[in-house]
C-alpha cells in the first residue's frame, strides 16, 4: 500500500483523541451566555382533549421567565412540522397528513406530546415550575395497537384519517402472484410481529436555540444528523426563517441510529423561545422524556405466504403488513413500511412474482419512523423467517433451500419484481464462506453434547440484502420524495498543502473524520495528519442531506471523490502551466504530476502554493485558488449483502437463550477502514440481537401509557447478553454505480442479525413442535413453549 | 438552600456554592466545567456518568455533591498523565476501536480503568461481567472487551514504572 | 429532584435526635434507591438525614454465632470482606451480584434492608441467616423485620445499625436477574442449620418470604431432586411484562434447586 494511512488500513481514529480525553463537545456541553432552560410540559395521557392550560402559579414561580403553549405559537404562525415523504393509497389518493404542531394546541394524542413549555433561569427551577402548570384534559378513549385501531369502534386519533389509517399501499403484481400460488406444490405461511424499538442512542437528544437581534441571525445546536435538513424543514416550513438568518449546528453527537434524522417539534421550541425571550434557550431530554418522546421503530404485524414448486423452488411470495405509525407523522415515517421495506422483499431470492400490501395505521403512541436499517430489517426477517418456514414444509435443508433459489451472480444485474435493481452480489459465495466458519457440519454433534448437558441447541442463518443511499433524487421524487438524496462535498487545499473536506454527511459514532481523511491522503499521497473534516455546521459545509441509510460512504464518499477529480484536473493545468508541459503530456499518480517520459514533477503542495500566490500561474485560463465542491446524486441504491449465522443454547429450566456463536459474512463492496467497518458490524449485530432477545417497547393496550418507559424495563444489550463475533468481508463485488465501488456497511449488522438469531431459536425449539416464536424471545416465552413438554413426550402421556 | 462544597477533583481542590439537590455529575459539568463525564439515563444504569470517588468507580448521577464533601473524585479529564499521555486503558482503547460515538466513553474507560486495578488477571468472561453496569449501544461491546483486556495488561505492565495522576489522586 | 435540606450527623445519637424537629426526613444510607426516586420526583423529604460519617455504623464483625455487619457496610465491601467469604460465603456472593459493580460501591446493607424492595437481595439473607437487626434503639427478630412491600417493623426515624448474621452450615444465594433492571425477579437463599433448613424467597412476591413447602422438602432430603414437582403455593405472587406469576413460582423451585447444588 502506497500510503500508510489510505484506502484499506485499519487507521486508528482521528476523532478518539478527544472522546478518550472527555474533550468531546456534545450539545448539552454547550453553553451560551445569559442562557435560559427550558422544561417541557408533556400529556400525561395516551388521548385528551386540551380545555386549557393555566400557567399563572408557574409564572410566580421562582427564576420563571415564561411559559408558551401551542396557543403562543400559534400566534406567532407556526407551522406544523412537516413530512417528508408523501404515500399514496392503492387508488391513487395521497395519503392522510394531519398537522403536528410542536406543542399541541387542542388534543394530545400520545403519552408525551409537549402541551406547554417553561423557561426558566435554571434547569432546576423550570422542572419545579412545570409541575405548577396546571392543563385541564378531557380524557379521551385511547388506542396503541395498529390491529386495535383497524377495529370498526376504534377511537380516532385524528378526524383527517377515517378508520385511522393513513395509507392503504401496494406494490407488485397481484394477479400473476395469485396465479403462482393457484399452482403451487408447496405452500409456507407465517404470521409475525416485528416488535417496537425505542433506538436509544446513549446521548439523549437536546437542543439550544440562540438569537443575535443585531443581525437577526438564529443559531440552533442540536442533535441532529443532518443538520440542513434540519434548517430546511424547520426554517421554511415551520418557523418562516430563511435560510441565510438560521444556523443550525449538530457537533458531536451521541449516536442517532435514525431516531436523530428527524426534525422535532423541541427543535422549534428553543428556536422559537431564544429570538422571543432575547436570550438562549437550551433543552436536553432525560432518558424517561426520550423513552416517550424520540421517534420509535419497527411495529409492524404482518402475514406472509411462500408458493414453491416441488423441488422448493420459490414461485411467489404474498405479504401484507400493518404498520404503526404512531400518533403522528414523523419526518420520513410513510417511506419506511413502503419504499424501504416492500422494495426488498425479494431479499438475495429469485422469486419471480411478489406482491406486497401496507396499511398504515395511526396510533395513540409515540410517532414511529427509521431505526437503524429502518424497513430492511422488516424485510430481512420476514423473508428469512419464510424460508426457514418454507425449509419445513419442503423438508429441505436450510442452507441448501436457500442456495437453490439464490440469484446467481452472472444473473447481476438483476430486477426484482419489486422494483429495485440490484447491481452485484454473489450470494453463494456469502454462504460458502460463512458455513465453515461456525462448522455447520459440525453442528449435529455439538447439539448432542448440548443435550448431554441438558440443554437445547439451534443454529439459524440469515442471508439479508439490503439497499443504501436512496437515490436517484429524481426516481425517489417521484415515489414521493420530498428532498433531494445527494450529497455535498467541498475539498479546500491551502496554500502550504494541508486540506480541509467540508462534507455534507455528518458522524456520530461513524469516524467520517478518519475515514474521509483516508479517502483525501490516499487519493493525494500526503498524510493523514494534513487533512481536517469539517461536518456538522450549516455555516461552514455545502448544503448536505446528512447521514442515515448507510449512505456517507455511497454517497458522500462519492462527491468527495468528484470534488477531488475537480481538484485534480485544475492541479492539473497548473502542473502542465509549470511545468512547461502540455495538459495532456501531465500523469498523475498518488498526488505528484509528472510530465510523461521525463523526470519533471510536481507534489500537489507545490501546485497548492502556486495556486494561491499564483505567481507563475495560468491567471488567462484559471482563477486563482485550489478549493472546490461537487454534488453527487447516485445512479441506484447500493446492495450491501451477506450471510450470518447464529447458534444458541437454551437452558430448558429457565427459558434463557444464550448465543454461544455468532459469523457474519458481508460483501460491502470496497473497505476503507477495515477497523472501522468491522466496529459497525460487532455494533448492528448487538441492535439485532437486541431486538430478538431482550429489546420491546410496550405500551398498555387500553390506556395507551409506556410500560417500558426507563432501562429498568427496556432491556438493553449489555456486555454480559452477547458474545464476541467472527466477522468477515469480502471486496469481490463492489458496487458497480460509484467511484469507490462501496456500499455501506452501518445497518447490515443489525438488518441480518435478528432472523438468525430467531431463526436459532426456533430451530433449538423445533422438537417441541415449534415453527415460530416472535421477538424478543424472552425466558418465559422460552419457557411457557418447554413447559408444555415435547411432542415425543406429549404423544407418550 | 445553597450550601458550599468542597472537594478534590483530579488533584485540585474546588469548592462551590450548590443548591443541596445538586447531583454530582452536575456540580462536575455546571460547576466546574468537566463536560466530559455525561448523563445517559435517570435510572442509574447506563453508566456514562462513571467517575471515581476515593478510588471506587460510581455513578456521579446518583450521588449528591453534598454527598461527595470532603473527596477526592476523579474524572475522565484526569485519567491521563499531566503530558497529555493518554493511561494505558484510554490508549487501548483508541487501539482497539473500543469507542464510536464516543458518549458512553468516558464513562466505560473509568469503570474499565476501576476493574482491571481489582482484578489483575481479567478473563472476557470478567471483563463481559465487570462491565454490566455501562450500555453501548455503539460497539456491540466486541471491541470495548478487546480494549479492557489489553489496557488491563498494559496497566500491570506498566504498574511501578509511573504513577499515572489518577492513581496519585486515588 | 424537590429541594431540602441535607444534614452529616457523626453519630448515631445525633443522627437520632437531629430528626427530631423535622418536618419529614428521610435517611440516606448509599442512595442508590433514594437518590433516583428523589430525581423521578417520587418523594418529597424536607431533610436528608445522610449516614455516611457514623463509625458506629460501620464495619464487619465476627461473633460467637456468625457475622454481625454494620449498617453503612457497602455491598462491595460485603463482598470483598475476607472475614464474610470465611464465615458465611453465600453472603458475601449475595452481596457481589447486588445492581452493578458501581452500585455496589454506593449501596449500603442497612439502606437495602430498610427500604425493603421486593426485588432487594438482602432481604432474603435476612430471613435466611437467622438474623437479628440492631437499631439504634432495640434488636428485631429478622423474621419479623419485613412486613410487606417496601414496610419493615422500623418505626418512624428508626434507623438500622447493624445486621447480626447466624452462621449456617452451609448456605448458597441463586438469582435469576432481570434481564433490565438486573434486580431479582427471583432470589433464593438457602441455609442449613443442622436439621433446619431455611429456604428464603426474594423478588417473587410483594415481601420475602420462607418457601416453607421448598424448606420441609429439603430438611428431609437435601438434594435437588426432592425439590422436583414441588412448587410455592402463594396468591400473592407478583407479575409484570418479564414474569408472569406462574413463571416466577417456576423459577423459585428452580433458582431453590441450584442454590442446593451450590451448597455442596
Redesign the interface.
Known sequence: MANPSGIGASVRRVEDARFLTGRGNYVDDINRPNQTHCILVRSPHAHARILGVDASEALQAPGVIAVFTGADMGADKVGSLPCGWQVHFKDGTPMKEPPHFPIACDRARYVGDIVAAVIAETRDQARDAAELVMVDYEELPAVASSLKALEPNAPIVHDEAPGNVCFDWHIGDAAVVDAAFAGAAHVAKLDLINNRLVPNPMEPRAAVGDYDASSGEHTLYTTSQNPHVIRLLMGAFVLGIPEHKLRVVAPDVGGGFGSKIFHYGEEAIVTWAARKLGRPVKWTSDRSEAFLSDAHGRDHVSHAEMAMDKDGNFLALRVSTIANMGSYLSTFAPSIPTYLYATLLAGQYKTPAIYAEVKAVFTNTAPVDAYRGAGRPEACYLIERMVDVAAGVTGIDRAELRRRNFIPVEAMPYLTPVALQYDSGDFAKNLDIALPMVDYAGFAARKADSARRGKLRGIGLSTYIEACGIAPSNIAGALGARAGLYESAEVRFHPTGSVTVFTGSHSHGQGHETTFAQIVADRFGIPIENVEIVHGDTSKIPFGMGTYGSRSLAVGGSALVKAMDKVERKAKKIAAHMLEAAETDIEVKDGRFTVAGTDKSLGIGDIALQAYIPHNFPLDELEPGLDEQAFYDPKNFTYPNGCHVCEVEIDRDTGVVEIVNFAAVDDFGHVINPMIVEGQVHGGLVQGIGQALYENCVYDEDSGQLITGSYMDYCMPRADNVPSFTVKYHEDQPCTHNPLGVKGCGEAGTIGASAAVINAVVDALSEYGVTHIDMPATPEKVWQILRQGSPAAMAAE | ?P?TVTMTVNGKTVSREV???T?LVNFL?DKIG???????????????C?VH?DG????S????A??A?GASVT???G??AADGT?HPM?AA???H?G????????GM?M?AV??AKRNPSLT??Q????????????????????AVLAGADAMQAGAGERQPAEMAAD | MYSFSFHRPKTLAEAASIQGGLEEPKLLGGGMTLVPTLKQRLARPSDLIDLSQIPELKGIRETAEGLEIGAFARHAEVAASDLVRRTIPALADLAGHIGDRQVRNLGTMGGSIANADPAADYPAAVLALKSTVKTDRREIDGDAFFTGMFETALEPAEIVAAVRYQRPGKAAYAKFRNPASRYAVVGVFVAVFGSEVRVAVTGAAGSVFRATELESALAADFRPEALEGITVQRDDLNADIHASADYRAHLVTVMAKRAVVACG
Open positions: 438552600m450550601t443548591e443541596e439537590r447531583l459539568r468537566l463536560t466530559g463525564t455525561h448523563v445517559g439515563c435517570d435510572t442509574s444504569q447506563c453508566g456514562a462513571v470517588l471506587n468507580a460510581i455513578k448521577c446518583s450521588i449528591l453534598v454527598q464533601e474524572t475522565i479529564e485519567l491521563a493518554l484510554q482503547f483508541k487501539e476501536h469507542l464510536q460515538c464516543g458518549y458512553c466513553t468516558p474507560v469503570s476501576d476493574l472476557e468472561q471483563v463481559r461481567q465487570g462491565l454490566e453496569g455501562n450500555i453501548c449501544r455503539c460497539t456491540g461491546y466486541h471491541n470495548i472487551v478487546k
